[in-house]
């Protein structure tokens, strides 16, 4: 029998955490057919991204079991991340259960569950915690038939003990891995100069990666690279980094290759390839990872001369064999894109100020409009857009401590999008052309006029509206053409496309559709018509798509099918994007369709149901009448949002509650329609003539 009182443990020598009890006692039947249990458990840590959720037991007979997480209100609640479901064998072990999307929690209290598909009726073993009964955490047993929406209404039975089952989580700004790292039987590289590549899952979002890591030796010293590839349907696709060279001896040892520049990956299936350079053809010796056939990464072996561009066109074989390499990576708290991410979640790992003390003010010309482009925040660097009289545009970077101006870069138009950076490249757009900068000097790589709306960047590809009734995506090395969609005639994409799992979503303006594209070829793969003009951007969280019309209705969709779960009618039109955390939703309307009995309500929605959990009348000077152009954003258990006043030229910035939306702070200044951006402790945001730097003193 496992027993363990460890709390932490470490993979690689970087922190990985658990919450709830793993010890292992005497052992339950599950009870009657399809019946859940849930554990509540305290987390004692802020900004925990949990990526995985850990079970011991096993069945009579394998059975498809997932997991899941629930908030707590004298009960579980609300339902905030699910796992892949996973088959479970007939011989006790941990089982590893990957949730869905990462789920991002502050200290409080919460319930794991766990529930198997076993139509056979077949025994389902658990294992009760060894602990003292005092230690035991509370179990709540309830009908797999009756599974809660919003509230766990059909619980039955508490009996206070702790099952084992646990939570695996990271903190923001660990320094963590992907890849195997264990060594097993060694093997030679195979003829000269060939190279091999593994395939990863990576299950963070925001990854700085920063360094490969590989283990083995060389007959004779040898000079050896790595690099980073992006998956397509099981093949190496887009070289997204490569690694300085390093020469590797004769004795076996964990090699650390840094990346030539820094590299930030989302979730997501990966490749990671060493070659040697060994022209005495020297054998070179790498270790097969000691885990069972059925659990080892596919593996693809090619000729280091057919070094691949943009595909590997060469693989000539598969053996499922993990080798012994891996990655060095910290998620970071960086806002590199509108709404943070390709899926525009808006939502932060970030700590966030709870006061209203600015630490910076950065003014434009007098007639400079910095109004509509929302900041994006990478490596220290602040980006905005802006533009006079639409004709002059400009982007800038600022120091993001500072608020000093590093560089700025002039447009042939006003900018009136969001840039979006990653991999050291700065993608705006301006009128019709899209700009590739320079991170670090503003410096011009490519542009294209194939761009019209806020771009947003993922595996490689730039995904952007052309302002033609095509949407595209084009290479984000080069900015050539992969492929384009033709959204409508006339109909143009409004704001931001979403990205995630494979699929890009578009709103279109005029046709009033949002659509699912195949993000590596384009092809439709469903459309959803929402009734009325589309302004707002989709976001794709757990599966589940949000969009808004103008019709005042906000849907939530199968992001993988289409198809409809819910809708609410709010009291008046959406122009903004939603924020979505902890399965919540927030977003606010805006108030010049509200009528007077309905001025700039927000809004705080149950993400799987759509029933109002809170709204908010935003009130400043006792003045009531904003709306909530400005999409909002999340952080550290707060909404941040900027709100206009429909009677003057004032603009609000508020910070809300998330949990009951009472207002923090608010702070005036003067009309804006920007997105706040959160990132290392600070909020930004810009108005018509001037960008904000919100945070506490030590956050200078």
Not at 688 to 695: D, H
Request: one cysteine or more; a negative charge; hydrophobic letters at 40%.
């Amino acid at each position: 029998m496992l027993s363990s009182t460890s709390t932490v443990f470490a993979v690689s020598g970087n922190a990985q955490y658990v919450f709830g009890n793993s010890h292992v006692g005497v052992y339950s039947d599950f009870g009657t057919t399809g019946v859940k249990r849930a554990v509540l458990y305290q987390l004692t840590d802020n900004n925990a991204e949990l990526s995985s959720i850990l079970w011991y037991g096993h069945v009579d007979k394998s059975a498809s079991v997932k997991c899941a997480i629930y908030s707590d209100n004298n009960g579980p609640y609300l339902l905030l991340g699910q796992t892949q479901s996973v088959t479970v064998g007939t011989v006790d072990s941990w089982v590893t259960f990957p949730l869905s999307s990462l789920v991002v929690l502050q200290s409080g209290r919460y319930w794991l569950s766990f529930v198997v598909n076993r139509p056979d009726a077949s025994n389902v073993y658990f294992y009760y915690d060894s602990g003292a009964p005092s230690q035991r955490a509370r179990s709540a047993v309830y009908p797999f038939d009756q599974e809660p929406t919003t509230t766990f209404a059909n619980v039955f039975a508490y009996d206070n003990e702790a099952v084992s089952i646990y939570a695996s989580y990271t903190i923001s700004n660990a320094q963590t891995t992907f890849g195997k790292t264990n060594i097993g039987s060694n093997a030679d590289i195979g003829s000269t100069g060939v190279k091999r590549t593994i395939m990863y899952y990576l299950s963070d979002n925001d990854a700085s990666v920063s360094s490969i890591v590989w283990y083995g030796h060389v007959d004779n010293a040898a000079a050896m690279k790595c690099a980073i590839y992006s998956d397509n349907n099981g093949v190496p696709n887009l070289l997204l980094a490569q690694t300085q060279s390093v020469t590797v001896g004769t004795v076996d040892s964990w090699v650390t290759f840094p990346l030539n520049s820094l590299v930030v990956l989302q979730s997501g299936r990966y490749w990671l390839s060493f070659v040697v350079n060994r022209p005495d053809g020297a054998n070179v010796y790498f270790y097969y990872d000691t885990g069972t056939p059925s659990q080892r990464a596919r593996s693809a072996v090619y000729p280091f001369d057919q070094e691949p561009t943009t595909t590997f066109e060469n693989v000539f074989a598969y053996d499922n064999e993990a080798v012994s390499i891996y990655a060095n990576y910290k998620t970071g708290n960086d806002w590199p894109m509108f709404h943070h991410d390709p899926s525009l979640s808006g939502v932060s790992t970030s700590a966030a100020p709870q006061i209203n003390q600015t630490l910076w003010i950065f003014s434009g010309s007098a007639s400079e409009n910095f109004a509509s482009s929302s900041p994006a925040i990478s490596n220290g660097l602040v980006f905005i857009g802006s533009s006079v009289k639409e004709t002059i545009g400009t982007v800038y970077a600022l120091n993001s401590t500072t608020g000093s101006m590093v560089w700025s870069f002039k447009a042939d138009f006003g900018v009136f999008t969001s840039p979006s950076v990653t991999n050291g490249i700065v993608y705006v757009s301006s009128e019709d052309t899209l700009y590739a900068l320079n991170a670090s000097t503003g410096n011009q790589i490519w542009s294209t006029q194939r761009a019209d709306t806020s771009p947003v960047v993922a595996d490689g590809i730039v995904y952007v509206d052309g302002g033609d009734g095509n949407f595209n995506a084009l290479n984000a090395s080069t900015g050539s053409l992969i492929w384009s969609y033709p959204i409508s005639e006339f109909s143009l994409a409004a704001t931001a496309p979403a990205v995630a799992n494979g699929i890009v979503y578009v709103g279109a303006l005029n046709d009033h559709n949002v659509y699912a594209l195949n993000a590596a070829t384009g092809s439709k793969i469903w459309s959803f018509p929402t009734g009325s003009l589309i302004i707002s951007s989709p976001v794709v969280v757990n599966d589940l798509l949000y969009i808004s019309s103008q019709n005042n209705y906000f849907y939530a969709l199968n992001a993988t099918t289409g198809s409809q779960l819910w809708n609410y009618k709010t009291a008046g039109p959406i122009d903004s994007s939603p924020a979505v955390a902890n399965g919540i939703v927030y977003v606010g309307i805006d108030s010049q369709g509200g009528g007077t009995n309905y001025p700039g309500v927000f809004y705080a929605l149950n993400g799987l149901t759509g029933s109002v959990i809170w709204t908010n009348q935003l009130t400043f000077n006792q003045q009531s009448v904003y709306d909530s152009f400005s999409s909002p954003s999340f952080a550290s258990s707060t909404i941040y949002v900027g709100c206009r006043s429909v009677v003057s030229s004032q603009g609000v910035v508020f910070s809300l509650n998330a949990a009951t939306g009472d207002i923090i702070w608010s702070y005036q200044t003067v009309s804006l329609e920007s997105s706040p951006a959160i990132a290392n402790g600070v909020v930004y945001i810009s108005d018509l003539n001037n960008i904000y730097a919100f945070g506490s003193p030590s956050n200078k």
